[in-house]
């Protein structure tokens, strides 16, 4: 069996990006992130949690939103975690909160955005995984898989959830729930993701893909799908990377390993969505990966704080009732 890189996650807004990246503003150095020793939000759940796989498909941001939720509501009953489905996440996105035609053409075709999952988990919520199991492949249904049901959708309200937060990168647009948070590429983005982390909550980010000469991306180079330390171009002996691309790749952080070599002070840990054999060979010689285990990975806090274009923070369960619409006046 082998690593099946696959994407699906795509920049907020391209031009905003790009312009963003374009500006030459003069910033104060960004602080350096300090954690008094790793932080592990995932570490006592870890053996009771199996890692997931896209299998082919560009599913990654219901996968990094799901693992999130997951993970948070093992936390907060000490259980081990759900099983909730990816797969009504990913249609629900794609069928009920499709993005507008102005976003569409300016994408890369098929991609998604972390504020269609918050769409979902807060209006439409989740299901169990045996209520629609994730098809590995959906060719000859549609491009999302097979609709949900009414039973389904209905079961999903149910199971609604809070968003605790929701970032990305560029200005306000019609598009836009007036609850973003909206932030320019090098701000301090990495520290308000740590301090999510410690208070003892998930964060989903949204990344962009970096060309090698090789013509592979920094997520699909040998060494990085055998040891799960994924690079961008500041980062301390990473190869030539070229970009950053308009598509990328979405995974749930779910801590921090503090190293005092890293510019700014350390490593974040991520859950990936590619099954086991992505970083099944540890480092070996102390490295940060090689705490991670099998299926997660790490990126430099640099590389969160310079190249991050979009960012989730599920939060608990939602309590208030479903709205519904008047009764009609005789």
Same mark, same amino acid.
């Given at each position: 069996m082998?690593?099946?890189p696959t994407? %699906?996650?795509?920049v907020p807004? @391209?031009n905003d990006?790009q #312009?963003d990246?374009?500006? @030459?503003i003069?910033?104060?150095a960004p602080?350096?992130l300090h954690?008094?020793?790793?932080?592990?939000?995932d570490?006592?759940?870890r053996?009771? *949690?199996?890692?997931r796989?896209?299998?082919?498909?560009?599913?990654?941001?219901?996968?990094?939103?799901?693992?999130?939720?997951?993970?948070?509501?093992?936390?907060?009953?000490?259980l +081990?975690?759900?099983r909730l #489905?990816?797969?009504?996440l990913?249609e629900?996105?794609?069928s009920?909160? +499709?993005?507008?035609?102005?976003?569409?053409?300016?994408?890369?075709?098929?991609g998604?955005?972390l504020?269609?999952? *918050?769409?979902?988990?807060?209006?439409?919520g989740?299901?169990?995984?045996? @209520?629609?199991? $994730?098809?590995p #492949?959906?060719?000859g249904?549609?491009?999302?898989?097979?609709?949900? #049901?009414?039973?389904?959708?209905? =079961?999903?309200?149910?199971?609604?959830f809070?968003?605790?937060? $929701?970032?990305?990168?560029?200005?306000?647009k019609?598009?836009d729930?007036?609850?973003?948070?909206?932030f320019?590429?090098?701000?301090?983005? =990495?520290?308000?993701?740590?301090?999510?982390l @410690?208070?003892?909550? +998930?964060?989903?980010?949204g990344?962009p893909?970096?060309?090698? +000469?090789?013509g592979?991306?920094?997520?699909?180079?040998?060494?990085?799908?055998?040891q %799960?330390?994924?690079?961008c171009p500041?980062?301390?002996?990473?190869p030539?990377?070229?970009g950053?691309?308009?598509? %990328?790749h979405?995974?749930?952080?779910t801590g921090?390993i503090?190293d005092?070599?890293? =510019?700014?002070?350390?490593w !974040?840990? !991520?859950?990936?969505?590619?099954?086991?054999?992505?970083?099944?060979r540890?480092?070996?010689?102390g490295?940060?990966?090689? =705490?991670?285990g099998r299926?997660? %990975?790490?990126m430099?806090?640099?590389?969160?704080n310079?190249?991050c *274009?979009?960012?989730?923070v599920?939060?608990?369960a939602?309590?208030?009732?479903?709205?519904?619409a008047s009764?009609?006046?005789s």
């Amino acid at each position: 069996m082998s690593v099946r890189p696959t994407f %699906g996650a795509v920049v907020p807004d @391209k031009n905003d990006y790009q #312009s963003d990246r374009n500006i @030459k503003i003069t910033r104060a150095a960004p602080l350096r992130l300090h954690s008094d020793g790793p932080l592990s939000l995932d570490a006592g759940w870890r053996c009771l *949690w199996p890692i997931r796989d896209q299998f082919g498909r560009g599913t990654c941001v219901a996968f990094g939103t799901i693992a999130a939720i997951e993970l948070l509501r093992a936390r907060e009953f000490d259980l +081990p975690p759900e099983r909730l #489905s990816e797969q009504f996440l990913h249609e629900q996105m794609q069928s009920q909160f +499709p993005l507008a035609r102005a976003e569409r053409d300016s994408m890369p075709e098929g991609g998604s955005l972390l504020r269609q999952a *918050w769409q979902v988990i807060e209006n439409n919520g989740l299901v169990d995984a045996d @209520k629609m199991p $994730y098809r590995p #492949s959906a060719h000859g249904i549609l491009p999302s898989g097979p609709a949900a #049901s009414q039973g389904v959708m209905t =079961a999903a309200t149910g199971q609604r959830f809070t968003c605790l937060n $929701y970032g990305r990168v560029g200005q306000m647009k019609e598009t836009d729930d007036p609850r973003t948070t909206f932030f320019s590429s090098g701000d301090e983005i =990495a520290l308000t993701i740590l301090n999510f982390l @410690k208070d003892g909550y +998930p964060v989903v980010i949204g990344i962009p893909l970096f060309l090698h +000469p090789s013509g592979l991306t920094n997520w699909t180079l040998p060494s990085v799908l055998a040891q %799960g330390r994924v690079h961008c171009p500041e980062d301390d002996g990473s190869p030539a990377l070229e970009g950053p691309r308009d598509d %990328g790749h979405v995974v749930c952080l779910t801590g921090f390993i503090p190293d005092p070599d890293e =510019a700014l002070g350390g490593w !974040f840990t !991520f859950r990936n969505s590619w099954g086991t054999d992505f970083a099944s060979r540890s480092m070996g010689n102390g490295e940060p990966a090689s =705490a991670t285990g099998r299926g997660n %990975g790490i990126m430099s806090a640099t590389h969160v704080n310079e190249y991050c *274009w979009e960012y989730l923070v599920p939060g608990p369960a939602r309590d208030d009732p479903i709205a519904t619409a008047s009764a009609p006046v005789s």
